[in-house]
């Protein structure tokens, strides 16, 4: 998913804190990051909170972040 690829750097954030952030594995992340395996709709949940954006913003569906929480 380039979204996340796009997130965790405007974060400044690495591979293995994101994956730690998602509590899944480094190699698992990377593969999520670079589109070789499907995102789990649990981990875009993770993220989603994370950043503090709506899930559609991750999944590419719309092309503006939308804040969750103000």
């Known amino acids: 998913m380039l979204r996340l690829r796009d997130l ?3 974060n400044d954030l ?4 994101c ?3 998602a509590n899944i594995s480094k190699n698992s992340y990377i593969r999520y990051e670079n ?3 499907a995102t789990p709709h649990t981990v875009i949940a993770e993220f989603s909170k994370y950043y503090n ?3 559609d913003y991750i999944l ?3 092309d503006t972040p939308k804040k969750l929480y103000k």
Do not use: P, W
């Open 19 to 21: 994956a730690k952030i």
């Open 35 to 37: 589109e070789e395996r």
């Open 14 to 17: 690495t591979q293995q804190q």
């Open 60 to 62: 590419g569906l719309i």
């Open 8 to 10: 965790r750097e405007d």
């Open 53 to 55: 954006v709506s899930s």
